[in-house]
Structure formats: structure tokens, C-alpha cells
């Protein structure tokens, strides 16, 4: 089983990661991991913090002579902002910093400030936002590093690329090279495979700056190459279709998740959603003439593409503030801003493919087992030929 865990706030000194559950032997490319840290980060509509931070991970346990030794594996990345930040949020308490405390009494609508305020009796919000944070997604974009390589063994490749900003929509399906060539080109202000729909989606995000406002969006994640049999039908908690949705939908800001053309198939009719079976006797393969169900049937990988969608709703923070009430005081006053973004349909897309690799590697890990790379290999080819033999 792949577990990961994070740690670490918004400002604080770093973002921590730790997973455990990898084979041993698994060739690791730290440039690799900086690359998809990277990659988190761009995007038209991001902040001026994205200017402070250069997201890179180090490794200090777990790794060996460039592999996995079986051990957990353990993660940091700093926070180069934290210079800033160290006397509002030390460690240790002392009476000589209380004049920097950055204390946040009035709650953002949207966010977690308030509830968690509640849940957690503080008076004050910032202990709740600076974990709450999209910030934390870069931990989960660098052990997903991991779990991207694992995968890449066995030939299961994932990719994203934005479909809507605002109310701008990418209106046909995207093919899996242009979506590849759109993930490659780091200048692509939204990762959109549209370039003449991606103008009109910069423009979606100019005006809602220039009107002090934020735009949401939806974010496509395929995983190309995944084998028939993943995940189970036999429990609820054993759907991988379930699995996929609960860990994309903990992504935060995303407030919806589809799978496949779950929406569309909502307003159709039986015989216009399904994917007909034929069988391939050249290739011996059965075949599918569609893929509405998204690469999943009954919670079990079907041998199709996994496509997930995550639906992200505009960030909370605004820079025209919106209506709150003084959480000492009870007094209304005008919600506090906190340095933002105001489009991160690009990066949630990052965080999507983050998520969608750590499932469907802890997936893979479940079906072929293996204490070492090698053993699982064993297991994954004697299975191949089983699927062969079918």
C-alpha cells in the first residue's frame, strides 16, 4: 500500500512529505520532481508569490545511490518566503515577538477561516489559513513525483490540460499528442491544446483581475496505458472511480468531480452514454468504440484512458473584499486579503495529475505487490499474460 502524508504551513519554514509503501530499487530523477515542482507554479493569473518561491524538493531519507532502498521516503521543500514571516510564526514563544504576530480576525468568505477557527477555538485565523492553503499542494506535486515513476515503469503516462476558465470552454475532446505538446511548452499561459480558445480564456482572466475579482475553471487528467483490472467492485471503498473522485475533490478550491462524461451522461439517454464492446482478433484486445465512462466500469479500470475532470471554483480571496464579521468584535468589516492569486486553473491541473498518479500508484502496488521493483515487474508481466490469454 502507498501512503503519503504532508506537513508544514503557508509561511512557515517548509513543506514537508513523507511515503511509504515504494518498492525498493525504483530509479529516482530528482530533476524530475523539480520539473513537475515547476510546472506547479506556472500559469497566467498567479500571484506575486510565485516570484519569491522556486519550488525544489530534497530528499533526506529513503533514497539511495539515486533508488529506492524500501524505507520511507521523506521530503522538503523550503519556503523562501519564510524570512518574512519567521517572527509572526516562531516555533517557540517568546514575549519579545508579540508586536509581529499577523493575526487574522476577519474571515475570508470562502475559506476555512472561520470554521476552522470554530473547530479549533482560535480567535484568530491564521492558524487555519496557513494550512489550508493551496501552498500545500507542492508537497503533494513532489511525492507524486514518486508515484509518477513508479508508474512510467509499467508504461502509464498522465497528463492534464485546461477545458474551461470562466466562462470560456474548450468545446471539442483533446487529443493525447496535443495534449502532451501543450504540457511540454511551459509557456503556455493556461495549458490550454486551443490556442485561439486560450486567447479568449486570457482575456477571461484580465478582466476578472482588472475587476478586483477571480475566475475558476475545469482541469482534465488523463492517465494513458493504465491496465484492465485496477481497483475492485466488490466494496464501496474498494471503487477506484470512488478513490479518484475523493482524492481529486480534496484538492483545494475544487468543488466537483467527473469522471469521464459523467455530467453529459446525466442528461442522456442509456443508449446514447455507452461504450460498445467489440473484440480485436489481431491484437487480441477487447475494444471499446468510446470512452464515456472514463476509463472505469463498475470501479474497475476497463483498459480505456482514465479521464478526470476536477471543477475548480473561483479563489476566495478577493482583492475587492468582500462582507465578514469581526470574529472578536462581531462587528461587520470588510474580509482580509491575503496575498493571492486570481486564476490557477493551470496549476490545479498539476495537483489533479498529483493526485490521480498517488491513487493509481497505490492501485498498482495493491493489484502486483512486490517488496522490490523487480518482484512487481514479475507480477505485472505474469498478469499481462493472463489478460493476453483471455
Given at each position: ?87 509572526a510564526l516562531p516555533v517557540e514563544d517568546s514575549p519579545d515577538l508579540a508586536d509581529h504576530n499577523k493575526k487574522l480576525v476577519a474571515p475570508r468568505p470562502g475559506h476555512a477561516d472561520l470554521a476552522g477557527s470554530q473547530k479549533f477555538n482560535f480567535h484568530d ?169 472514463g476509463g472505469l466500469e463498475g470501479g474497475i479500470t476497463n483498459g480505456e484512458d482514465v479521464i478526470v475532470r476536477g471543477y475548480l471554483k473561483p479563489i476566495s480571496t478577493l482583492r475587492r473584499a468582500l462582507g465578514t464579521a469581526d470574529m472578536v468584535t462581531k462587528e461587520p468589516v470588510q474580509a482580509a486579503y491575503e496575498r493571492s492569486d486570481w486564476c490557477v486553473v493551470p496549476a490545479a491541473g498539476v495537483a489533479g495529475e498529483a493526485m490521480v498518479a498517488l491513487v493509481l500508484a497505490d492501485a498498482f ?26
Amino acid at each position: 500500500m502507498l501512503r503519503f502524508y504532508t506537513a508544514g504551513e503557508s509561511h512557515g519554514q517548509a513543506l514537508l512529505a513523507f511515503i511509504s509503501g515504494l518498492p525498493a530499487s525504483l530509479p529516482i530523477d530528482l530533476d524530475f520532481i523539480n520539473h513537475e515542482l515547476h510546472r506547479r507554479q506556472l500559469g497566467y493569473g498567479r500571484g506575486g508569490r510565485q516570484k519569491i518561491e522556486k519550488d525544489r524538493a530534497d530528499i533526506f531519507a529513503g533514497v539511495r545511490h539515486g533508488k529506492t532502498i524500501g524505507a520511507p521516503v521523506a521530503l522538503r521543500i523550503e519556503n523562501r518566503d519564510w524570512a518574512n514571516w519567521e517572527k509572526a510564526l516562531p516555533v517557540e514563544d517568546s514575549p519579545d515577538l508579540a508586536d509581529h504576530n499577523k493575526k487574522l480576525v476577519a474571515p475570508r468568505p470562502g475559506h476555512a477561516d472561520l470554521a476552522g477557527s470554530q473547530k479549533f477555538n482560535f480567535h484568530d485565523a491564521r492558524y487555519i489559513l496557513e494550512r489550508a492553503s493551496a501552498r500545500e499542494t507542492a508537497a503533494r506535486v513532489a511525492a507524486a513525483g514518486f508515484a509518477k515513476l513508479l508508474l512510467r515503469q509499467f508504461g502509464t503516462e498522465i497528463a492534464s490540460h485546461t477545458v474551461q476558465v470562466g466562462h470560456v470552454k474548450l468545446d471539442r475532446e483533446a487529443g493525447w499528442e496535443e495534449i502532451l505538446r501543450v504540457n511540454a511548452d511551459l509557456d503556455s499561459p493556461l495549458r490550454c491544446v486551443d490556442s485561439a480558445v486560450q486567447d479568449k480564456m486570457k482575456a477571461e482572466v484580465d478582466a476578472a483581475l482588472k475587476a478586483g475579482d477571480t475566475v475558476g475553471g475545469i482541469f482534465e487528467v488523463i492517465a494513458r496505458n493504465v491496465p484492465v483490472g485496477l481497483g475492485s467492485h466488490a466494496q464501496w471503498d474498494e471503487k477506484l472511480d470512488g478513490r479518484l473522485a475523493q482524492a481529486v475533490m480534496s484538492i483545494q478550491a475544487v468543488k466537483g468531480v467527473e469522471i469521464g462524461a459523467g455530467v453529459t451522461a446525466a442528461g442522456s439517454y442509456g443508449s446514447e452514454v455507452q461504450d460498445e464492446i467489440s473484440y480485436d482478433k489481431s491484437a487480441r484486445r477487447f475494444r471499446r468504440s468510446s470512452n464515456r465512462a472514463g476509463g472505469l466500469e463498475g470501479g474497475i479500470t476497463n483498459g480505456e484512458d482514465v479521464i478526470v475532470r476536477g471543477y475548480l471554483k473561483p479563489i476566495s480571496t478577493l482583492r475587492r473584499a468582500l462582507g465578514t464579521a469581526d470574529m472578536v468584535t462581531k462587528e461587520p468589516v470588510q474580509a482580509a486579503y491575503e496575498r493571492s492569486d486570481w486564476c490557477v486553473v493551470p496549476a490545479a491541473g498539476v495537483a489533479g495529475e498529483a493526485m490521480v498518479a498517488l491513487v493509481l500508484a497505490d492501485a498498482f502496488l495493491q493489484k502486483f505487490g512486490g517488496d522490490s521493483l523487480a518482484e512487481m515487474r514479475r507480477n505485472f508481466d505474469a498478469y499481462a499474460r493472463q489478460i493476453d490469454e483471455f
